[in-house]
């Protein structure tokens, strides 16, 4: 098992940190109960010594954050471990690598786990026993602190190790350019505003029916956001969904929608009968997506074709080139703002497929 420091004061460990321009960093975290993620503990490792931090003390810890967002974090999958720092101390590092995007332009399934990535190159096995520990209670056993120091432990091996097969293919850019996606805001916008567009039931309502749920889910996500509860907790999905096809306009009819929870009703049933009752039927301009016809069918699998012949002479998996989920969106919304457009994806198959758009 590695040997790691415990640190309850976080402050007063940012001189450890001097002279280190690259840090492993992993969080573990709990959001089960939570609408906002409680980042529970911050392992980080340099080129001498792993500490595992605790950011639940009230000790003081605004040196530390700026002096860890200061440093080059090398970390793997790291989208929900940005977006539970960036929550809890209001900012980001200045850049990141990620070790499970370096392996996927080296061909390592695109989604290689860091167990998976640490057998392969350094022949160790990582013991997972404690995937499902509660992080927020205190004292933390000493087997979860070892656990939790093991997931940084390879960190800057697998970088360099990885890194430097990168630079030997001209790769190295490309892990960087796609690594800095992570750290784009607006991955992590959780605003009442995008509350529809994560209700999927709601893709196929027009007029009113749109418009009431979208009130609703708006203020489903303010009263989670409010609360710090999942917004599975205030109102589930099929409730609301139901509501906002039903368009009730008394509490009688509402306490009828089957799931509608009593106490709810009894708390905010005004409040939900006032949403749909808003709801104006021209509010959106709006017409459900159709099944792609034809004609977008065949596009697709002409680019995906293509797609897959750029993936097998670069060696890489065709989703680390481009998925089929952005090539479908790009058909759909003829939008251009999508990766594949950009960066090295641009001259190798986005220019390509271009051509066919």
Known sequence: MPHYHFVDQPDAMTPRLT???HVGVDTEFMREKTYFAQLCLVQIATSDEIFCVDPLTENAQETFWQELFARDWIVHSARQDIEVVSQTAGSMPVSIFDTQIAAGLLGYPAQMGYAGLVKDLFDVDMAKSHTRADWTKRPLR???LEYAAEDVEYLLPAYESLGERLDNEGRLEWAREDSR???DPQLYDIGADQALGRLKGARNFRGRKRAAAARLASWREREAIGR???RQWILRDTVLLEIAYRLPDSEAE???IEGMPPK???RAGKDLLQAVAAASAD???YSPPRPPDEGQKALLKDMQARVQKCAVELGIAAETVASKRELAGVIVSDSRESRVFSGWRRDLIGNDLLALL
Request: aromatic share 4%.
């Open 283 to 285: 509010e959106h301009d």
């Open 181 to 183: 996606l992570l750290l």
């Open 19 to 21: 002279g280190h321009d």
């Open 142 to 144: 000493e087997a979860y």
């Open 264 to 266: 709810l009703l009894s």
């Open 254 to 256: 509402l306490a009828g």
């Open 228 to 230: 710090n509860r999942p």
